[in-house]
């Protein structure tokens, strides 16, 4: 007989040290890779067809993987308005290159 749920070990388990899913459906390789190695250890692997997933056009974020934005501010740990300010203007410098070549 299978003790109840709040009795089960395995759940017990799970609950302590948390549940993993080795595939990401979102995750370019690229991206996946980093994040793999750096967090996981390498066991963080893309659902296949994610090679698909890349920015084109001419924008300087054009292709795949990570980009680095550099931004200078300090005494943020938490939050840094800085560094929001600079997502949305490579947001809006991306989709606004792309858009003047949809035109």
Known sequence: MKPPVWQDPVLELLQEKGLFFD???RLHPSIC??????YYR??????????GQLLSGKTKFAGTGLFVVPVEHSGC????????EAVVKAIDL???EINEIRR
Not at 42 to 51: A, I, W
Request: aromatic share 6%; net charge negative.
């Open 23 to 25: 595939e990401t459906w």
């Open 33 to 38: 890779e980093f994040t793999s190695e750096l």
């Open 42 to 51: 390498g066991g963080l692997h893309s659902k296949s067809g994610l090679d």
């Open 77 to 84: 740990q938490s939050i840094s308005p800085a560094e929001v």
């Open 94 to 96: 991306s989709l606004g």
